[in-house]
Nanobody, 129 residues
Framework: QVQLVESGGGLVQAGGSLRLSCAAS????????MGWFRQAPGKEREFVAA????????YYTDSVKGRFTISRDNAKNTVYLQMNSLKPEDTAVYYC??????????????????????WGQGTQVTVSS
């Protein structure tokens, strides 16, 4: 079992920055692929970013490339999402997710939510115009 708790969301003006954190507890955190997803009102949950077990490989949805950076500190059992140049369309509840199925690893770049077994409660990010 892995438990995930997100923090760091809030209200920010367009062009500003936020750093989200996801604190994980449970066995063998370092062996899990970690991902960030977001869900805006009336929208489906969408993939944002993912990071491999070691942190050596990262993946992003096109809309956030160059603006967001995912990272992890396995010693602290924490994954981060640094969000810069925020836009109103980034407004959503952001969720941290973890998975370690073979398919989670194989399909890491595809960003399929169904490949992740553990989810945090979400943290709200609101970007004003």
């Amino acid at each position: 079992q892995v438990q995930l708790v997100e923090s760091g969301g809030g209200l920010v003006q367009a062009g500003g920055s936020l750093r989200l954190s996801c604190a994980a507890s449970g066995r063998t955190f370092s062996s899990y692929v970690m991902g960030w997803f977001r869900q805006a009102p009336g929208k489906e949950r969408e993939f944002v970013a993912a990071i491999s077990w070691s942190g050596g490989r990262t993946y992003y949805t096109d809309s956030v490339k160059g603006r967001f950076t995912i990272s992890r500190d396995n010693a602290k059992n924490t994954v981060y999402l640094q969000m810069n140049s925020l836009k109103p369309e980034d407004t959503a509840v952001y969720y941290c997710a973890a998975g370690n199925r073979p398919s989670t690893v194989i399909l890491i770049a595809r960003g399929f939510a169904r490949e992740y077994d553990y989810w945090g409660q979400g943290t709200q990010v609101t970007v004003s115009s």
